[in-house]
């Protein structure tokens, strides 16, 4: 066996502890704003969905980059290995740096675009905080390019201490920020840019540590092969349509939101804050999974990246079911910390409950099978099912419940587990199917 239960939980605990931290610094952003009042955590909660929609463009390169790394080190090319690393971080950069750019022009020209509907204070707050959170996109793209080798090695550890030294830095930013200079949005914006900046360079020096089993080095960064960039393209262009228009259908979606009025848009960012611990076992599986399924397609083993996708789906259903119970009995205690009016939290917390029971069923299937196809190769086919699920079910069915039939927010939250439903019954089909075994990737 390529990763015994111990190497899975060396791997994966890192990797949970990472998402509890994302997801502290996204409640802690949304806590401490809110004392800057309902335009100021809807402006930030608007941006964070443009700002979703961007990161994972940029994740999807990523994992293209991470599944062809794997299979190369599943197949012990461990030369081939280090040049993908470089070429990753090359048009990585790349990638983030034109973000940046097209960003800083058309900041007011993108945010007009999603949300031209809402008041001119929320429209001020969302313009302050993109442009300055868009100045870390290359810094993001660098850091991720690190963790991304560190996680084909299995050395998640390292990737957490990292990420807990970079929250840190943020929290400890925003408190500062928020409650020492009063600078509301501007206050929880620079520590992100500071932080990631900070990360950024953290990772790049470990990664070109020389104990490392893939390193990076100078020149496959500055050099440009066609072919393993290709390869890597290969994955990362359809994950990255799906990704980008799963997202987009996300920023689409909060534009809609947007039309409901401060107090849903506001209800909106406090759910978002929150309901994602229940799923924060699924992200740390979306992350792990890429590797492992990478090193056994490269180790032409398709039995074993079958019996760990489902080892680590199994995992997240537990986790999942477990970790949404206790958030709901939590509830009363954590929407204390949001300075809001009683109507917006008890809103929050319906969306809340609803996004829990449909992530019980539906999340592991949705997202977790789905990185596994990727893995293998597959990403055409799970591109298709998530441009038209997103059309059909994220968009269209947002559109039917949220304002034909008048249910505001709750009917946007529907549509998003019909979304998750469509998402699952293909992803299931297909891997039963098997087709996945037959992908040649490298």
Not at 145 to 167: D, E, P, Q
Not at 172 to 188: K, L, R, Y
Not at 293 to 318: E, H, N, P
Request: with cysteine.
């Amino acid at each position: 066996m390529l990763y015994s239960n111990r190497d899975l939980k060396r791997m994966l605990i890192p990797l949970v502890i990472e998402q509890v931290l994302v997801m502290l610094v996204g409640m802690t952003d949304t806590v401490m704003v809110a004392n800057a009042g309902e335009a100021a955590v809807s402006g930030v909660a608007l941006v964070d969905m443009v700002n979703y929609l961007i990161i994972t463009v940029m994740a999807a390169l990523t994992t293209g980059g991470s599944v062809i790394i794997s299979q190369y080190a599943g197949s012990r090319q461990s030369e081939r290995a280090d040049r993908g690393a470089g070429q990753l971080m090359t048009i990585s950069v790349i990638l983030a740096a034109a973000i940046l750019a097209v960003c800083l022009v058309g900041c007011n020209t993108i945010l007009r675009l999603f949300f031209g509907m809402v008041e001119d204070d929320v429209m001020e707050a969302a313009q302050i905080y993109f442009l300055i959170t868009a100045c870390s996109y290359p810094f993001l793209a660098i850091y991720d390019t690190g963790t991304a080798l560190y996680r084909v090695m299995g050395k998640t550890r390292i990737t957490m201490y990292v990420a807990l030294a970079m929250n840190t830095l943020n929290i400890v930013g925003d408190f500062i920020g928020v409650f020492v200079f009063q600078a509301g949005v501007v206050g929880v914006a620079v520590p992100t840019l500071v932080s990631r900046m900070f990360a950024a360079v953290i990772m790049t020096v470990l990664a070109c540590g020389k104990q490392n089993d893939i390193r990076l080095e100078r020149q496959h960064v500055f050099v440009w092969d066609r072919d393993m960039i290709r390869r890597i393209l290969k994955i990362a262009v359809p994950s990255g349509v799906e990704n980008g228009l799963f997202a987009l259908g996300k920023v689409l979606v909060t534009s809609i939101v947007a039309g409901f009025g401060t107090l849903q848009i506001a209800a909106n960012g406090v759910a978002n804050s929150i309901d994602q611990i229940a799923v924060m076992v699924v992200n740390a599986n979306n992350l792990a999974i890429i590797p492992v399924v990478g090193r056994c397609i490269g180790s032409k083993d398709d039995m074993q990246a079958q019996q760990y996708t489902k080892k680590l789906m199994k995992v997240s259903y537990v986790f999942t079911a477990v970790l949404s119970v206790v958030i709901v009995a939590l509830l009363p205690v954590l929407l204390r910390l949001y300075n809001l009016s009683a109507d917006t939290l008890h809103l929050a917390a319906t969306l809340i409950i609803l996004h829990n029971l449909m992530a019980v069923i539906l999340h592991p299937t949705s997202f977790n099978l789905a990185n596994s196809l990727r893995a293998a190769g597959d990403a055409k086919f799970t591109m298709e099912v998530g441009i038209s699920s997103m059309i059909v079910f994220r968009l269209g069915s947002a559109v039917l419940f949220g304002k034909i039939l008048h249910l505001g927010v709750l009917g946007v939250w529907i549509a998003m587990g019909l979304d998750w439903l469509a998402r699952s019954v293909a992803f299931v089909w297909r891997y039963k199917l098997g087709k996945w075994r037959n992908i040649n990737t490298i």
